[in-house]
């Protein structure tokens, strides 16, 4: 059983452009979760997709937003990127309100 | 004031110690608490997951949750070299799937 997958495992940017990762969620589970964790930070939450809405929203701009397909699967997309947005992003799936099971993350280097 | 704080270390200990995770929350509203593991570079893995007080045990771990005082704790018994990682308190309130992190704390567990 194929856990939480995401893509691509690093990815090196520069300032203003834009970018999208992706994840596929483990089997089983409708929801993504999409989390931040800046160098010796706990995660922090961007946003929830279910159902092919976005759910719940942390305290980040508008420059982040996503989308889930109806296989489960979301992509996180950031634009106009600076460089504080260097970090590794996490995709967590789960059934709604249950435990929470993270990916690989992607690392995002901005130049 | 962050909203979960947690003391980020470095914690030595020798190979066979028992080991004291712990975080304070500031947030009434959290219900579920969970025990993140992470290693170096890697995604968050899933340890323990608990709803209100009270304790939980798997194995070698023992969560606890005092909500009066608004205290979360985690107990390694017998500690392993390969429990070296950053472990990650994490709380919940009822809605939602926003997980609300510590900073981690880092874990080395010595010959």
């Known amino acids: 059983d194929a856990g939480v997958t995401q893509s691509p495992t690093h990815l090196i940017k520069t300032r203003g452009q834009q970018v999208t990762l992706r994840c596929s969620p483990k089997?089983?589970?409708?929801?993504v979760s999409w989390y931040q964790q800046a160098l010796g930070q706990g995660p922090q939450f961007i946003f929830q997709y279910y159902e092919e809405e976005e759910r719940q929203r942390g305290n980040f701009p508008d420059r982040f937003s996503g989308h889930q397909f109806p296989n489960y699967s979301s992509e996180l997309n950031v634009n106009a990127l600076l460089l504080g947005d260097s970090a590794l992003y996490l995709c967590?799936?789960?059934?709604?309100?249950?435990?929470?099971?993270f990916g690989p993350g992607t690392r995002l280097t901005v130049t | 004031q962050k909203e979960v704080e947690q003391d980020p270390g470095p914690l030595s200990v020798p190979e066979g110690a028992i080991v004291s995770l712990n975080c304070t929350y500031s947030?009434?509203?959290?219900?579920?608490f969970m025990w993140y593991r992470q290693y170096s570079r890697k995604g968050p893995e899933l340890l323990m997951y608990?709803?209100?007080?009270g304790n939980k045990e798997d194995g070698r771990f023992t969560a606890q949750v005092d909500k009066s005082s608004k205290y979360i704790s985690l107990f390694i018994r017998d500690s392993q070299p390969s429990d070296s990682a950053t472990y990650l308190c994490?709380?919940?309130?009822?809605?939602?799937?926003?997980?609300?992190f510590g900073t981690g704390t880092q874990l080395k567990v010595e010959l």
């Open positions: 994490a709380a919940r309130a009822g809605g939602g799937n926003k997980l609300t």
């Open positions: 089997s089983g589970h409708d929801t």
């Open positions: 947030n009434s509203a959290f219900q579920y």
């Open positions: 608990t709803y209100s007080s």
């Open positions: 967590a799936s789960s059934l709604p309100t249950y435990e929470q099971y």
